[in-house]
Antibody
């Protein structure tokens, strides 16, 4: 079945780095745009970054631009988020999501991985 | 950036009630509007895409309407499993944005 599984979350000190991964299965990963979305504790959803199917086009939210880098390896059916210069406000559950074709909804979500930035 | 404003932020309703949630965009987004349901501790689930199209497996009591800047999600007869938080999302611009969410609670 179609599935996304995130990993790599954890506790990190302010200013530190972390790399999240998202393993895809059950669909042709290389055909779809992919996104990262996060949700701070007791808060709403915030889109973080998006990457095109071949990795050539990338977008970031202003809140993470210059600190986070999205990438993908289609040979490994995997999506990544390299997070540097982490701040307390980056504390959140991070979800990866597959983007559908018609009007680009996020039609498949992973269960999320938790990132906590604290000293 | 396109801002998405949802209302109400929360509501209390009873099983069987008709519930309507609204979402307003700060500029026209055509029909690039999607609705998600999220239960506590779970990932969001796509309900409606392109403003009014059903995602596979979504019960027919859910419906979406609107275009341009004003959209609605309607639950025709609220069921116990529908108590959750609902989010709208615009996918018109490259930087997607979500509404603040509407928490539907049991009255």
């Amino acid at each position: 079945q179609v599935q996304l599984v995130e990993s790599g979350g954890g506790l990190v000190k302010p200013g530190g780095s972390l790399r999240l991964s998202c393993a895809a299965s059950g669909f042709t990963f290389s055909d779809y745009y992919m996104s990262w979305i996060r949700q701070a504790p007791e808060k709403g959803l915030e889109w973080v970054s998006k990457i095109s199917s071949n990795g050539s086009t990338i977008y970031y939210a202003d809140s993470v631009k210059g600190r986070f880098t999205i990438s993908r390896d289609n040979s490994k059916n995997s999506l990544y988020l390299q997070m540097n210069s982490l701040r307390a406000e980056d504390t959140a559950v991070y979800y990866c999501a597959k983007e559908g074709y018609d009007r680009r909804p996020m039609d498949v979500w992973g269960k999320g991985t938790t990132v906590t930035v604290s000293s | 950036d396109i801002q998405m404003t949802q209302s109400p932020s929360s509501l209390s309703a009873s099983v069987g009630d008709r519930v309507t949630i609204t979402c307003r965009a700060s500029q026209s987004i055509s029909s690039y509007l999607n609705w998600y349901q999220q239960k506590p501790g779970k990932a969001p689930k796509l309900l409606i895409y392109a403003a009014s199209s059903f995602q596979n497996g979504v019960p027919s009591r859910f419906s979406g309407s609107g275009s341009g800047t004003d959209f609605t999600l309607t639950i025709s007869s609220l069921q116990p499993e529908d108590f959750a938080t609902y989010y709208c999302q615009q996918s018109y611009s490259t930087g997607s944005t979500f509404g603040g969410g509407t928490k539907v609670e049991i009255k």
